[in-house]
């Protein structure tokens, strides 16, 4: 049962051009959201995140956007520069009466910026 | 210390054996968490340590899994009669609790059973 998903295993784009990765979950009770970056070799870091109560957050460069009536949200990356190149992982939690934080996440889109 | 450290980076062992992995969390970070990604998979929960206690080990994925914190600080995970398909690498993550920073995660653990 994959709650968060990541229908597009790779995207690519231009430098310079934005870069829209997506993620969709079917759990109604997630209201907290982040999106990681991957590097090979390395773990992955933290990127941005957007509560239920917003559905928009931006920081920079990046931005997420999200949908709750459709259970989507986006990252939005303008403008896309090389070193942007990963693996972005989309990651959800729930707080159940003040659980775990556990984060579940999706499989993972990766993102190669050309020159 | 400045970020999770994990190790071994690399553990190739025999199918039937024993391993331990290890995570030494940020200072003062209560929350602790392992997961694993296999190959061309997602990040899959495994367990969820507060303090020293594991009050979500629902990702754990048999009996041959286990893992244990003391102090606070540095936990192990012990994956017991090795099989082929644990074959991943298994990332630690620690955090101070609040959601809006997310976790900091260290490099993982990258096993073969062969």
């Known amino acids: 049962d994959q709650q968060v998903k990541q229908n597009s295993p790779s995207l690519s784009v231009q430098e310079g051009r934005i870069s829209i990765l997506n993620c969709d979950y079917t759990?109604?009770?997630?209201?907290?959201f982040l999106w990681y970056k991957k590097y090979p070799a390395e773990g992955p870091t933290f990127l941005i995140s957007i509560s239920s109560i917003k559905d928009k957050n931006e920081d920079g460069r990046f931005t997420v956007f999200l949908n709750k009536s459709a259970k989507h949200l986006s990252l939005h990356i303008v403008p896309s520069q090389p070193g942007d190149s990963a693996v972005y992982f989309c990651?959800?939690?729930?707080?159940?009466?003040?659980?775990?934080?556990?984060?579940?996440f999706g499989t993972g889109t990766l993102l190669a910026v050309q020159p | 210390g400045a970020g999770v450290s994990q190790s071994p980076s690399n553990k190739v062992t025999e199918k039937g054996k024993d391993v331990e992995l290890r995570c030494d969390p940020i200072s003062g970070h209560t929350a602790l968490y392992w997961y694993r990604q296999r190959l061309g998979q997602g990040l899959e929960f495994l367990i969820y340590?507060?303090?020293?206690?594991?009050?979500?080990k629902s990702g754990l994925p048999s009996d041959r899994f286990s893992a244990e914190r003391t102090g606070e600080s540095v936990s192990t995970l012990t994956i017991q009669r090795t099989q082929q398909e644990d074959s991943a690498v298994y990332l630690c993550?620690?955090?101070?609790?609040?959601?809006?920073?997310?976790?900091?995660f260290g490099s993982g653990t990258r096993l073969t059973v062969v």
């Open positions: 340590f507060q303090g020293n206690s594991a009050p979500d």
């Open positions: 990651a959800a939690s729930a707080r159940y009466g003040g659980a775990t934080n556990k984060l579940i």
């Open positions: 759990n109604s009770m997630f209201d907290y």
């Open positions: 993550a620690s955090s101070l609790g609040d959601r809006e920073y997310g976790y900091t």
